[in-house]
């Protein structure tokens, strides 16, 4: 094509495809469902099918430096009734608020001393509400200092893309976008120095990405102390 024509075509802005010369086409990012499977082992790296009903959870995270992906806080109940807290387990965004409303006809004293988030409530009667701020990441072990049975979990987190294991012990996440991230884990009961060598990096590509299995042990369950660092004392007064 002679230079003359194309310098006309590019001062109108087109190109012989019909194209506008200086722009280019749009193209969504692509997103992919991601699916993970809990599998229970007597020993470590012996798969003995899947684990099923245990509370656990994965979240991704960007490895390319600047990739933030932006999560909203929201205001979250964790319910106290019939010495319970409902749900156990409260996966939310990082600066969330969650309220700690007591419904119980007798006290309750809600406490966490681990690194997600540390505080106590302290004592407060029924029909009484207190709330914490969950301001960074973290795992929150939450229990009364006066019923050793009751416990939670909060986790709080600082990236939109995680999934809480179902029944059946698997995690799907669907629109995650495509990319390396470094994939995280919890499952209750795992003594935290396991769910770190759990941690690795992981690469979602266009479509179905499986990241495959996930192999939790069976550590042995011992009681929680109350805040003081002590045993539980028997309940010997009704009013709490």
């Known amino acids: ?41 007597a020993h470590r790296g012996a798969a003995h099918g899947a684990e099923k009903g245990r509370p656990a959870v994965i979240w991704l995270k960007p490895v390319a430096e600047g990739s933030v992906m932006p999560v909203t806080p929201g205001h979250f109940t964790l319910l106290q009734k019939n010495k319970m807290f409902t749900p156990h387990l409260l ?50 072990y939450i229990f009364c200092n006066i019923h050793s049975e009751m416990s939670a979990v ?3 987190l600082s990236t939109p893309l995680y999934s ?18 470094e994939m995280h884990v919890w499952v209750e009961g795992e003594h935290q120095t396991d769910l770190d060598q759990l941690t690795k990096r992981v690469r979602v590509a266009v479509g179905s990405a499986d990241l495959g299995e996930i192999v939790a042990s069976h550590p042995e369950q011992g009681q929680h102390l109350n805040k003081f660092g002590r045993p539980y004392e028997p309940d010997a007064n009704p009013i709490y």
């Open 1 to 41: 094509m002679p230079a003359g024509r194309v310098a006309a075509l590019l001062c109108l802005g087109l190109l012989s495809d019909g194209r506008f010369a200086g722009t280019q086409e749009a193209t969504a990012p692509q997103r992919t469902e991601v699916t993970a499977r809990l599998v229970a082992s």
């Open 154 to 156: 909060v986790i709080s």
């Open 91 to 140: 996966v939310v965004p990082v600066g969330s608020s969650v309220a700690f409303p007591n419904a119980d006809p007798l006290f309750h004293n809600v406490f966490s001393l681990f690194d997600g988030r540390r505080f106590d409530l302290g004592l407060y009667e029924a029909g009484t509400t207190r709330s914490v701020m969950f301001s960074r990441e973290g795992v929150s």
């Open 164 to 181: 809480v294991a179902d029944e059946a012990g698997k995690f799907r996440m669907s629109d995650v976008p495509d990319g390396q991230y």
